[in-house]
Nanobody
């Protein structure tokens, strides 16, 4: 059973920074990829960023240049460094991993951590 636990959310003022962490119950080095998503009130969950098994990254346009995704395999932890935060970054942030299990590519989600940015 794969378990993910997010932390690091909270409140920040516009222009501030937060770092989110997502710790997995399994060894993450060989995960297919690891991602961050977010969901604002009344909106659909949206992709934020992804890092694959070799370290390649991708970001939604609205966070490029402000957010940095990274991973520490020795700690089984995924990070999202969020800089120059904006009120529109306010959302519940979720981590997701995808893992090959036989011929299947299965995904697992964390419970989320709330980020609130005030202007």
């Amino acid at each position: 059973q794969v378990q993910l636990g997010e932390s690091g959310g909270g409140s920040a003022q516009a222009g501030g920074s937060l770092r989110l962490s997502c710790t997995a119950s399994i060894y993450i080095a060989y995960m297919y990829d690891m991602s961050w998503y977010r969901q604002a009130p009344g909106k659909e969950r949206e992709f934020v960023s992804v890092i694959d098994s070799v370290g390649l990254t991708s970001y939604i346009d609205s966070v490029k240049g402000r957010f940095i995704i990274s991973r520490d395999n020795s700690k089984n932890t995924l990070y999202l460094q969020m800089n120059n935060l904006k009120p529109e970054d306010t959302a519940m942030y979720y981590c997701k991993i995808r893992r090959r299990e036989g011929r299947d590519l299965n995904e697992y989600w964390g419970q989320g951590t709330q980020v609130t940015v005030s202007s």
